[in-house]
């Protein structure tokens, strides 16, 4: 059993920026680990992605203004959000998984209930 707990959600203006942070329940295993969004109507994407060995891969639109990082001894999963925009707005979730990932949201086991970014002109 894996439990995810993201926080630090907020509203901001364009331009601003926000840190989310996720806390994992401690375990030993070393999981595949991603942020995702929402938007209503839309379908859940994938933002940025760390694998197990500790690269990332980041979608297209949040290349150059999101990172991604951890840290283990913590259990927790950042996303850092620079120059955010109007389209970042969203339910903005943390997911982790055990086995092989990519930034598939079909591909992962374990979820956290969001925490809702805003972004306002």
């Known amino acids: 059993q894996v439990s995810l707990e993201e926080s630090g959600g907020g509203s901001v203006q364009a331009g601003g920026s926000l840190r989310l942070s996720c806390v994992m329940s401690p375990t030993y295993n070393k999981y595949f680990m991603a942020w995702f969004r929402q938007t209503p109507g839309k379908e859940r994407e994938g933002v940025a992605l760390m694998n197990a060995d500790g690269t990332t891969r980041y979608a297209d639109p949040v290349k150059g203004r999101f990172i991604i990082s951890e840290d283990y001894s913590k259990y927790t999963l950042y996303l850092d959000m620079n120059n955010l925009q109007p389209e970042d707005t969203g339910m903005y979730y943390c997911?982790?998984?055990?086995?092989?990932?990519?930034?598939?949201?079909?591909?992962?086991?374990?979820w956290g209930h969001g925490t809702q970014v805003t972004v306002s002109l």
């Open positions: 997911a982790a998984e055990l086995n092989r990932a990519s930034m598939n949201p079909d591909d992962f086991g374990w």
